[in-house]
């Protein structure tokens, strides 16, 4: 199994520019969630979701959309990047809404400009 | 909403000492986890608590579940270089999936 999958590791944007996240699992993980992590600020829930065709919004959902289209991909949207989004995004996936252990993606790394 | 602080923020000790983190949420929680995160790495768990005053250990690892369900510890006995990271727990908002996690203690081990 490859675990929780990640790309792109690292990226750079221009303010206003949009782009895609992606994030896929291979367990059959009913759980899968987005966080950022900024220095300082531990992580924080983006946006989750406990199955496919069902998210829910996090602790910071602004600026980010997501959809659940099948069980193995959670993409993470940024509609207009913006500098206050440059940060670390993890992507992770659990069995059941997270009450079981959370496996965490290996990160990408995105600056805003 | 739901907060979850962690102390201290960093702490800097001599390998061989011992390291205690200290978990404390708003609201109660129906259970509690930790995760390691290394440096540049992404967060790998390594327990979870359920129940009231639960203890579990793992080798010189000690996580403890506060009678309230409202705060937690970690415990590192002897430290060694390789528990050098960021010490996380997480617990779910009340009534939902969202886990919430803590500010985190950075922990770095002088040989």
């Known amino acids: 199994n490859a675990g929780v999958t990640q790309t792109p590791k690292f990226q750079v944007l221009k303010t206003g520019q949009s782009m895609t996240l992606q994030c896929a699992q291979d367990m059959n993980h009913e759980y899968m969630s987005w966080y950022r992590q900024d220095p300082g600020m531990g992580l924080r829930l983006i946006h989750y979701?406990?199955?496919?065709?069902?998210?829910d919004q996090g602790e910071v959902p602004n600026g980010y959309n997501v959809s659940r289209s099948t069980t193995e991909d959670f993409p993470l949207r940024l509609l207009s990047a913006a500098p206050s989004q440059t940060s670390v995004y993890f992507c992770?996936?659990?069995?059941?809404?997270?009450?079981?252990?959370?496996?965490f993606g290996p990160g990408t790394r995105l600056t805003v400009t | 909403g739901q907060q979850v602080m962690q102390i201290p923020q960093y702490q800097h000790v001599q390998e061989g000492e011992d390291f205690t983190t200290y978990c404390n949420s708003s609201?109660?929680?129906?259970?509690i986890q930790w995760y390691k995160q290394r440096p540049g790495g992404h967060p790998v768990f390594l327990i979870q608590?359920?129940?009231?005053?639960e203890v579990k250990k793992q080798k010189r690892l000690t996580f403890q579940f506060g009678e309230a369900k409202k705060n937690s510890s970690l415990h590192i006995t002897a430290t060694q270089t390789t528990d050098v990271g960021t010490y996380f727990c997480?617990?779910?908002?009340?009534?939902?999936?969202?886990?919430?996690f803590g500010t985190g203690t950075r922990l770095k081990v002088l040989a």
């Open positions: 979701s406990v199955g496919a065709g069902i998210t």
């Open positions: 609201t109660t929680l129906s259970n």
């Open positions: 608590l359920v129940k009231s005053g």
């Open positions: 997480a617990g779910p908002a009340s009534g939902t999936y969202k886990y919430i």
């Open positions: 992770a996936s659990s069995y059941y809404r997270a009450a079981y252990e959370q496996y």
